[in-house]
């Protein structure tokens, strides 16, 4: 994530977890700290499917400059991953090669 944000322009801030974290990399904790209890909590309502329950929380900024959260589901990345399948028009039964990544 460090080095895309290098090349992405618009990618201000990586923020990582714990204690030990690479050079370039913000605590998240420290940045929470920051705002303190500026960020309201939010209201969270679960339904019974567990594939509607939050996944991943990322972040972006409003116009007003303040931090949004960015919630996605089970159900967003499969969407996300299953979106390219039919306008590809790839067929039942077809192999995609994959390059494994070192």
Do not use: Q
Not at 38 to 46: F, G
Not at 74 to 90: D, F
């Amino acid at each position: 994530m460090r080095d895309a944000a290098v090349e992405v322009f618009g990618l201000r801030y990586v923020l990582g977890l714990g204690d030990n974290l690479l050079d370039g990399l913000i605590s998240l904790s420290t940045v929470m700290e920051e705002f303190g209890d500026e960020i309201p909590p939010a209201d969270i309502v679960r339904g019974d499917k567990a594939a509607d329950h939050l996944a991943t929380l990322t972040w972006t900024v409003g116009a007003s400059g303040r931090p949004l959260p960015v919630p996605r589901t089970h159900n967003h990345w499969i969407a996300t991953g299953l979106a390219p399948m039919p306008e590809s028009r790839i067929g039942d039964g077809a192999r995609i090669p994959s390059c494994p990544i070192p």
